[in-house]
């Protein structure tokens, strides 16, 4: 089984719907973060969380959200889907104590907003 | 802001040498990072430099000069498995966060 565990994999969606991505991990760490992909731009930070309850916004996190309700698991939601976040979405954890950027990716998740 | 640039793209042959070149201007400095993925799959982690000078580690080396703002990763005796995506990453004090490169996908040729 995955350390980094997303859900759903693949989504396809309407615009004005609200999408949940769910992240769940088994490695113990305390930071964790959501990134989206998209071709030509690479990794992009939208969220960050190093323990929890604590949120931190990233470089482009306008219409996103995100909840970190255990140490294990922290959530990405896009409250009204627009079709401009069509992308990859990636989780990624890494250990507190560090901070040395290792960070563990899951598979991610592609959603597409029709 | 935060820039850090890499060519979008390379060709190599197998059994040869590549280098993949990635400079940055960032505010804050505290560590390059290389990653590597594979179409479709997560990035995994590569390699890490703080300090000036190169890490091997097997067929992958990486340099950083920091009064420079550059770094490469060189691959050796490169095989089919190799294609992929190569991504270059500035760890930013202000914030504790890795900035990533937008990448450059290295198809390797028989």
């Known amino acids: 089984d995955a350390d980094v565990t997303q859900t759903p994999r693949n989504r396809i969606t309407k615009t004005g719907k609200r999408i949940m991505l769910e992240c769940s991990q088994t490695k113990g760490h305390d930071r964790m973060y959501w990134y989206r992909q998209d071709p030509g731009l690479g990794l992009r930070l939208i969220y960050y969380?190093?323990?929890?309850?604590?949120?931190n916004k990233g470089e482009i996190s306008d219409g996103y959200s995100v909840s970190r309700q255990a140490q294990a698991k922290f959530s990405l939601s896009l409250e009204s889907a627009i079709p401009n976040q069509t992308a990859l979405y990636f989780c990624?954890?890494?250990?507190?104590?560090?901070?040395?950027?290792?960070?563990?990716f899951g598979e991610g998740s592609r959603l597409t907003v029709l | 802001g935060q820039n850090i640039d890499q060519p979008t793209e390379m060709t190599a042959t197998e059994g040869a040498i590549v280098q993949i070149n990635c400079t940055y201007q960032t505010s804050g400095f505290n560590g390059l990072f290389w990653y590597q993925q594979h179409a479709g799959e997560a990035p995994t982690f590569l390699s890490y430099n703080v300090l000036d000078g190169l890490e091997e580690k097997g067929r992958f080396s990486s340099f950083l000069s920091r009064s420079k703002g550059y770094s490469y990763l060189l691959l050796k005796e490169l095989q089919m498995k190799d294609s992929a995506s190569y991504l270059c990453a500035v760890f930013i004090p202000n914030g504790n966060k890795l900035v990533f490169g937008a990448g450059t996908i290295l198809r390797v040729k028989s």
């Open positions: 990624a954890t890494e250990p507190s104590g560090r901070g040395t950027g290792e960070l563990f």
């Open positions: 969380s190093f323990d929890v309850k604590d949120i």
